[in-house]
């Protein structure tokens, strides 16, 4: 077994394998400190950073954190590495990689003609040799378009979920926020909904909702009920209005079959919905969900550290051309995210690992009422995010989701972002708005209130 | 003129309990409905460490036979780091379990909100029994400091063929007691939360009525007995079949 040691400070640090030389150089958070991966000092952090900076970048494609022989999902990652796209780098250390990815040589075409050279690892490495202005930085400059009923991704453009949830998954209830959001110009990335319950009659008779909600309007946008992929595929085969499949994915195959899903169903489950050719400007059916601490939460981390198994559900992501993903960073919990300094470090972390990825990335700024966390540190992350070019962000009637009983951002939120960081929505959402006089010309929400007004005459 | 015709957002506002037609001040919020929302916070903040009253949820079930058990969380701080503990039950507490093999088993566990489970769980229970005639039942066991999964060392202790968990789930600002219902066949330590049927939001500010949620869990419970099965592979489909499978 190779050793990784270094000295510092007249100490020996050494580290027995290449998972523990990941797990100690991470930034610290509670997830690791519970699962007995976490460095013991601040100093045995650094050196373990030290020594991840001069790893071989080339290292992570001959040794495995999680057995190739048992996890599908290392399978996949290096099965479908694409080593011509990895050449411009495949000579560095991680160090040099971020130097690298820093420096004005790394543009925004040569990141994209890079991802699919990039694992998971090789990200989650250089991720945590990265303050949070470097993830900022870097993530910026990549872009990813995706597209389906609205185009998301290009330049001066931020896009958003509209979040409609109810507890007792009602029609009237739902479309009432629904209109309040769109009245704030939030939901050109989709409008999605979570039901209360896993029941294939309300999801159908949802997605009947939105689907008559859209069309009455002819909002260019999609919808999706976030119900399990076996749902979706039996929704699609009982015919009711699909846009997109939804499925929580995590980044090993245990934890991925605690959430009842393998890479063929999902495959399965994309053939389905492009069978039903329903999007307008794009094909991009699927959106992903993910966060750090779903694989422990299942117990299924084999000694790897979070934030890593979070990278390496992008791979997963990846492989379905999907429409959107998020990480749904504060939602699930204090023992994995304590804190707001541990929730803003680690959606920062995530955003930039699936954008460097090449993954329509987007965040759930969010947080739980046992978490030692509050809106001002939302406010903060949800600024850093709209710095770092997100695909979109998640917004709810007031912060306050009503059914998952956590905060989220408010459709106000969505607004002071586009407003302050001048953000416009999607163009063909964003030609839409100022149709209906909901924004005018500059993306600003227009004062006077009538296109709200135009919105509820038709109200359902 | 009543309020709708003054404010055509009144009629939507009437539909939901979320926070909508808030208005604005520029992007951001008006100073009133920003000081509410962090009232509600603050009372969340609280009730997320509240304690259970053992006692009058004894009194609440009646008749029927109680079990106290806990995990091995030593206190509410713990709770929230350390959720292994909370799955747990505390050493020698399994011992205490009698051995009384029955169809369903009924366990509730504080959560992350003991108001919840003193407020619905009872109730759910009563309704529910009685739409679980001709099966046989466990004692109801109340394990505090707990969480979902500590059901299965208990069901498999008392050897139960299907658990029924009801838990507090999270407090969020709207609603800070609202109850989560967990069916899972065959319980055993291990088992995989997609081996699990989950109810949520039962509560009375919007969520689902004691008596919906005890048709739902009824349902659920004689499918699950007549499939062998708990999970993905069962679908709840008690809105197209009001009937209960035979």
Redo the contacts between chains.
Sequence with gaps: MPHYRTTLGGEQHRFDTLAEVMAKATPAR?GD??AGVIAETDVDRVAAQMVLADLPLDLFLTEALVPYETDDVTRLILDSHDAAAFAPVAHMTVGQFRDWLLSDAATPSVLRALAPGLTPEMIAAVSKLMRNRDLISVARKVEVVTAFRSTLGLPGRMGSRLQ?????D?L??????V??GLS?AVGDAVIGINP???????AMSLLHMLDELIGTYAIPTQSCVLT?V??SI?IIERGAPLDLVFQSVAGTQAAN????VTLPLLAEARDAALSLNRGTVGRNVMYFETGQGSAL???AHHGIDQQTLEARAYAVCRAFDPLLVNTVVGFI???YL?DGKEIIRAGLEDHFCGKLLGLPMGVDVCY???AEA??NDMDVLMTLLAAARAHFLIA????????????SL?F?DI??LR??LGLKAAPEFEEWLVAMGLVDSSGL?VESGAGA?RL?ER?P | MSDIAKDPWARLRAATPARIALGRSGAGLPTQANLAFQFAHARARDAVHSALDVDRLVADLGDLPVIRTRSAVPDRASYLRRPDLGRTLAEGEAAHLPCSPCDVLFVIADGLSAAAVQAHAAPVIHATLLRLKGLTCGPIVIAEQARVAIGDQIGTAIGARLTVLLVGERPGLTVADSLGAYLTFGPKPGTRDSARNCLSNIHGQGGMSHDRAADKIAWLARAALKLGLTGTGLKEDADVSPLLPD
């Design positions: 509670s400190a519970l409609p949830n109810h507890p007792a009602d009237r209830g739902i479309a009432a926020s209109l309040d704030f209360a319950t896993d029941n294939i009659p309300t399990h076996t749902n039996e079959e605690g959430f009842g939460s299942a117990d919990g204090p023992e304590f739980t009422n046992h509050d809106q709810v009637p007031g912060a306050d989701d009503i059914m998952l009983n956590y905060q408010s106000h607004a002071y407003n302050a929400l007004q509820l109200a």
